[in-house]
């Protein structure tokens, strides 16, 4: 019933910026909080960024001053806004949202695809 699609990924020059945008469809309940994790191979996925549901963000410590997530509630939709991105930067970029589906059953934790940020010098 929840299909998350992430888009914005791409190829950047260090100091370089992207968009990544992430929209959640389908039949539920609520979307509660929503967030930005990344991975690179063979480590684990961090969390970037997370809104709540009354746009409380919080960030990693590695993007803070460089990176800003935002949320359409309308469209269930949040938004990462890379600045200045560096090579530690490169990673699959995943979407995370937090949906209550069906009014009588909890919450569940939601993923998308992924997308790809390179970032080269």
């Known amino acids: 019933q929840v299909e998350l699609v992430e888009s914005g990924g791409g190829l950047v020059h260090i100091g370089g910026s992207l968009r990544l945008s992430c929209a959640a469809s389908?039949?539920?309940?609520?979307?509660?909080?929503m967030a930005w994790y990344r991975q690179i191979p063979g480590k684990d996925r961090e969390l970037v960024a997370s809104?709540?549901?009354?746009?409380?963000?919080r960030y990693d410590d590695s993007v803070k001053g460089r990176f800003t997530i935002s949320r359409d509630h309308a469209k269930n939709t949040i938004y990462l806004q890379m600045n200045n991105l560096q090579p530690e930067d490169t990673a699959v970029y995943y979407c995370?949202?937090?949906?209550?589906?069906?009014?009588?059953?909890?919450?569940?934790?939601?993923w998308g695809q992924g997308t790809q940020v390179t970032v080269s010098s």
């Open positions: 809104i709540s549901k009354i746009d409380d963000t």
């Open positions: 995370n949202a937090d949906v209550h589906v069906r009014v009588d059953r909890g919450s569940w934790y939601y």
């Open positions: 389908g039949t539920f309940v609520n979307v509660y909080t």
